[in-house]
């Protein structure tokens, strides 16, 4: 019966549980309770910020843009990409209508995003695109990147969402 026992008690472990067991002893053996701290403060974090895609503007001229909604907080310095897979004419250019996240122009295909001072909780950003093209034939996947993971459209002139 005994073995039975230690079986089973082998199979519960996890690698979750392995991992706890690892944070668990660094945190006793003092030293490297920083490091371990960090890390699971990262992994809690990535959740913290949803990105989306909507269309802004009154119903004759809606335009396309992307969002950033953060239900617990983005801390400060957290950054994202604005891509394009085709290369625009002039150089890309994000508005935003939120002093947390600046606008920014950037080069032909991509435009970097920041938040010096973080988003605070419960509060939704609309980044919308400016000067990106619109195939007439074939896509241009327009992408944002960075804090809270990824977000694409597919855009061409019968794939418009606005």
Partial sequence: MRNTTRRSGRRLFSVAGTLALSATALLAGGGAAGAATESRTASVGIQ???????????????KFAFTVNSTTGVPAGSTWKFTVSKASYQGLQVNSDSAYVPSASGSNVQVDLSAPSGIPAGTTVTLQPLYYLVPTSGYNTLTLSGYGGSVSYAMSTSNRPC
């Avoid at 913290?48 to 809606?62: D, F, H, K, Q």
């Fill in 48 to 62: 913290s910020a949803t990105l989306g895609w909507t269309c802004t503007g009154p119903s004759y001229n809606r």
